[in-house]
Each structure stands twice: as C-alpha cells, then as structure tokens.
Nanobody
C-alpha cells in the first residue's frame, strides 16, 4: 500500500521560504500514470491545489502560486519537495501531499500544520 508522509518546519517566519518534503513508500514516484501533488487547507477554508510533479519530472503549478512555487523530486529517495517563497500569515495552513491518478488524489499524507508567524 502506498503511504505518503510530509515533513518540514511547523513554524516559518514571514518572508522566508517554506520547504516541505513528501516521502513516499510502497510505490515509486517514477511509476507511469501517477502524479504527485501538494494541496493545502487554510483554517476555515477549503482545499487549495498548489501544484504537482509528474512521473517524468514535469511540474504544473496553480496560477495562484506560480510566481513563488517550485516543486522538485529526488527519485533516489522517493521524495518530492515543495518550496514556497515569500510566505505570509495567509500561507498558514495544513499542507498535504498526495498521489494523483487521473484528476483525483487517491492516496494522501496525514497533513502537516504550517504556521507563518514572527
């Protein structure tokens, strides 16, 4: 069974870079037909799709985050990483990594709380 686990700092200062890593077990991130995505949920709001990286390493980022987001992977560690620059308190959220098959996530990490605060 595929399992995903997010890791990263729980607190980030404003204007700094948020870096989160998702470690995948039970399946390779280079397997055909699966994409690997980052999603977040700010307090009191719905889910927001941030972006994804394909099995071939191509990335797609939501226009809402495009100017300050990069996603990359390390296939030797079976991990993919989110970098979000110039964070503000509005970036406070629970961040999830997930596997996508088609248009829908089918496996999710448990989520990690990130708070942007000085």
């Amino acid at each position: 069974q595929v399992q995903l686990q997010e890791s990263g700092p729980g607190v980030v200062k404003p204007s700094q870079i948020l870096s989160l890593t998702c470690t995948v077990s039970g399946g390779s991130i280079a397997t055909n037909n699966y994409h690997w995505t980052w999603i977040r949920q700010p307090p009191g709001k719905g889910l927001e799709w941030i972006g994804k990286i394909t099995e071939s390493g191509f990335t797609y980022v939501s226009p809402s985050f495009e100017s300050r987001t990069s996603i990359f992977r390390d296939t030797s560690k079976n991990q993919f990483t989110l970098h979000l620059t110039s964070v503000s308190p509005e970036d406070t959220a629970v961040y999830y990594c997930a596997r996508m098959y088609g248009d829908d996530p089918d496996y999710w990490g448990q989520g990690t709380q990130v708070t942007v605060s000085s």
